[in-house]
């Protein structure tokens, strides 16, 4: 019997990561970085449409391609290139890319509900039926996707050098791990590459088949998009 719980409640767990780790991957891919065809159907969507494409304009048009632009750790190349951007935002969506520091963070209610509400919803399910138990920790995990986006994400375009000279205690601990280094390589390759490595929980790009192992950034990293 205690066997039996031990690997239900495995099951759950690990279910559970799929879960968040999926749902990142896929709304990462399939809203952020959604294609054409996808973006002229939002228009037929009414209020919902629109906030899938306000999300798709911070991130795809002014993160990748109006920030981070020659560099993955410099935001804005010049004073010059900060100004005309922001000359270009006007009303609610300049206030709101302020707020998120032009897309490198989320804040709205949308956006904080569109990362988590689907994970948690579905893993409190999976962990009802699988492991009553562990329903609060399967709720935790699917909380994962918000958490890392909002605030590790924002460290992940930070020179490791630059956050170590500032660090202590458990933030220090972080930035030092391989952990955290693996992850800022990983998600370089999305910006120099695109359409891969949509993950902040490593998972199901894999499954997903957008992985992308790229050995000489993951051994040699300065954060310039070179060719290749």
């Not at 065809?37 to 919902?48: E, L, S, T, V």
């Not at 998120?100 to 689907?118: D, M, R």
Request: glycine share 8%; charged share 15%.
């Amino acid at each position: 019997m205690t066997d039996h719980r031990e690997l239900t409640m495995l099951l759950c767990l690990f279910l559970s990561y799929l879960v968040a780790s999926a749902w990142e991957s896929l709304a990462h891919w399939q809203i952020l970085h959604a294609g054409k065809h996808a973006r002229q159907r939002w228009r037929d969507w009414g209020g919902f449409g629109d906030l899938l494409r306000l999300a798709f304009f911070y991130h795809n048009r002014v993160h990748h391609r109006r920030t981070f632009v020659s560099n993955y750790w410099v935001q804005f190349d010049s004073p010059l290139q900060r100004q005309r951007l922001d000359q270009r935002l006007k009303g609610e969506i300049r206030k709101r890319l302020m707020s998120n520091g032009y897309g490198t963070t989320i804040t709205g209610f949308w956006e904080l509900f569109t990362f988590a509400a689907f994970p948690m919803l579905l893993n409190s399910v999976l962990c009802a039926l699988l492991a009553p138990r562990w329903v609060l920790l399967g709720i935790m995990i699917g909380l994962l996707p918000l958490l890392m986006t909002k605030y590790i994400h924002p460290l992940l375009h930070v020179d490791v050098n630059e956050l170590s000279a500032g660090a202590n205690g458990p933030r220090q601990s972080l930035i030092q791990s391989g952990s955290f280094r693996f992850l800022q390589q990983y998600h370089f390759l999305h910006h120099k590459y695109g359409l891969v490595n949509f993950n902040l929980l490593p998972g199901a790009d894999l499954l997903l088949f957008v992985y992308r192992y790229d050995r000489r950034h993951f051994i040699s990293f300065d954060g310039r998009y070179h060719p290749g």
